[in-house]
């Protein structure tokens, strides 16, 4: 008897074709898209790029042209030593101008902003109280002087009567004593004429010093009062101005020794230090260490003729502290760190690169004067990340030595 297949076992025989089916395709495909693959990529060696077992990407070929890179000589020269700052410009002098006498205001002479000059009138004070002061106190010294005339002359006269016995000398000393009272009174009169003309002398205020003066902070009007704390006009100098900065305590024996010899030399810049602003020259230094930050400060004084400088300008300060004589100087760019270890690498004659440790003497943005290497030797300037010590390279065109 012939065995049949139930219809249930028939149709799950065909579904299990089916699938080992469509499994066989897709293997099929996978190979055909990776065919091409393996066999670009495939070398003789076994290893990919077709070079022997070692052998780095491209081939011997490109292990032979070497990394490209651009070198710099080491020169020999002179290189400035400069302290960096952040400086505040700070005019030479400031004058916050306060009210003396008190009154109404009758006249305000100046426009915001002005550029006023040593003695111009700023602001007039009614002046009739103190003019009034004045009168009364001349009023009472020429009464006192005529009493004092008087006192003088009646002394002659009693001089003359003791010299004659016609009086006691207790009379004559009496009249001494009037006169010398008199002398006392009269001083006493001189010198409240003399307070009262300075006090009206507060009614015309006028500018202490050349300079820019602020905005207007009184108007005609207004009553002010001696002793209040409201200035009514601030005055600054603009020229010469100053900057004022600070270094570190460590650095301040040097700048004691350079002082010694020299005018040291101070170069302003913009917030970018792209942009030299000014050069001027160092003036002073503070006499104590701030303990808060273990700085010193420092002033340097500038010409502002062209008002490039502005008060209360935040610039950075560079002071010329030294020059180093016959330095062996490298771009900044080839000066690379392992941590605190500073390196360059230097090419050799066989298109080599040796790793050479080296140690930074001091460095702006364009150079830096090291020892470790000699003047002659060349440097690499760029491509650091492909490079290793005893690494192949091939020369670029070079670039600008040291500024």
């Avoid at 103190?130 to 010294?141: I, K, M, R, V």
């Avoid at 000398?169 to 004429?193: A, P």
């Avoid at 830096?368 to 000699?374: L, R």
């Amino acid at each position: 008897m012939t065995d049949e297949l139930a219809p249930q076992d028939k149709a799950s025989s065909s579904r299990k074709k089916k699938h080992w089916l469509a499994w066989l395709l897709v293997i099929l495909v996978v190979g055909v898209l990776l065919l091409p693959l393996l066999h670009h990529g495939a070398a003789p060696g076994g290893m990919p790029g077709g070079g022997p077992p070692g052998a780095g990407p491209g081939g011997q070929g490109a292990k032979n042209a070497g990394v490209s890179i651009t070198e710099a000589k080491v020169e020999q020269g002179s290189m400035d030593v400069y302290l960096n700052a952040l400086g505040t410009v700070t005019p030479e002098h400031t004058v916050n101008v306060y009210p003396l006498v008190s009154g109404q205001v009758l006249a305000v002479n100046y426009r915001e902003g002005q550029m006023v000059s040593k003695g111009q009138s700023l602001v007039e004070i009614d002046p009739r109280p103190y003019e009034t002061q004045l009168q009364q106190a001349e009023g009472s010294l020429k009464r006192d002087q005529a009493a004092l005339d008087q006192a003088r002359n009646d002394l002659k006269k009693y001089e003359i009567a003791l010299k004659g016995n016609a009086v006691s000398q207790q009379t004559y000393d009496d009249e001494l004593g009037t006169v010398k009272q008199d002398e006392g009174t009269v001083e006493n009169d001189e010198g409240t004429v003399a307070y009262d003309k300075v006090q009206l002398s507060y009614c015309h205020i006028s500018a202490p010093l050349s300079g820019r003066i602020g905005l207007r902070l009184v108007d005609p009007g207004n009553i002010i009062f001696s002793g209040s704390s409201s200035t009514i006009a601030t005055i600054t100098q603009l020229n010469p101005m100053t900057v004022v900065f600070a270094i570190a305590e460590d650095h301040v024996q040097k700048v004691l020794a350079a002082v010694k010899h020299a005018t040291l030399k101070v170069d302003l810049y913009d917030r970018a230090q792209l942009t030299r602003i000014s050069t001027g020259k160092l003036l002073t230094l503070d006499n104590q260490v701030d303990t808060t930050t273990g700085t010193v400060k420092l002033r340097a004084i500038f010409d502002n003729a062209t008002n490039a400088l502005f008060p209360n300008q935040f610039v950075n300060a560079k002071l010329d502290v030294e020059t180093l004589q016959n330095a062996n100087l490298i771009p900044t760019v080839a000066v690379q760190y392992n941590g605190q270890q500073a390196f360059v690498y230097v090419v050799k004659s066989d298109n080599t690169v040796a790793l050479t440790n080296i140690t930074v003497v001091d460095s702006d943005e364009d150079k830096t004067a090291v020892t470790g290497i000699t003047p002659g030797q060349s440097v690499v300037t760029s491509n650091f990340d492909r490079l290793q010590d005893g690494a192949k390279v091939s020369t670029a065109p070079a670039g600008p030595g040291p500024r």
